[in-house]
């Protein structure tokens, strides 16, 4: 089943990276949240493009999160509800918002995977 799941994905992702058309692209992002003072229950992770949130969920008791949403502008962001205190992600030029409840990812990226991010204590 998770194959299965594996594969509609990679096939909406192939589509979607076809075409210029923004109203067809969609953000993918994985990764893993590492905390020590925080319940993981706790932290609310979004994907926000052009002002809406176009994704949201909570990471899984390891940690592990998945998001994919619609995109609405050539970059996103993704959000928390926590600070954060360092990431490390599988594309160069993503940068920490000013007040650090958000990663910013460049124009043209629409799929990621951070490795790891910590949060603050």
């Not at 923004?22 to 002002?51: H, M, W």
């Not at 994704?55 to 609405?72: D, E, K, Q, Y």
């Amino acid at each position: 089943m998770k194959n299965l799941f594996h594969l509609f994905l990679f096939a909406t992702l192939a589509i979607s990276c076809g075409s210029d058309d923004l109203s067809s692209t969609r953000a993918y992002v994985e990764g893993k949240v590492k905390t020590e003072t925080l319940y993981l229950e706790d932290l609310n992770i979004s994907i926000t493009s052009e002002n809406k949130t176009v994704a949201r969920t909570i990471p899984t008791s390891s940690g592990n999160f998945v998001l994919s949403g619609p995109l609405f502008s050539d970059g996103f962001s993704v959000n928390f509800n926590e600070k954060i205190k360092t990431f490390s992600a599988s594309r160069s030029g993503c940068t920490l918002s000013e007040d650090s409840l958000s990663i910013i990812v460049p124009e043209g990226v629409s799929y990621i995977t951070f490795s790891e991010i910590t949060m603050q204590k």
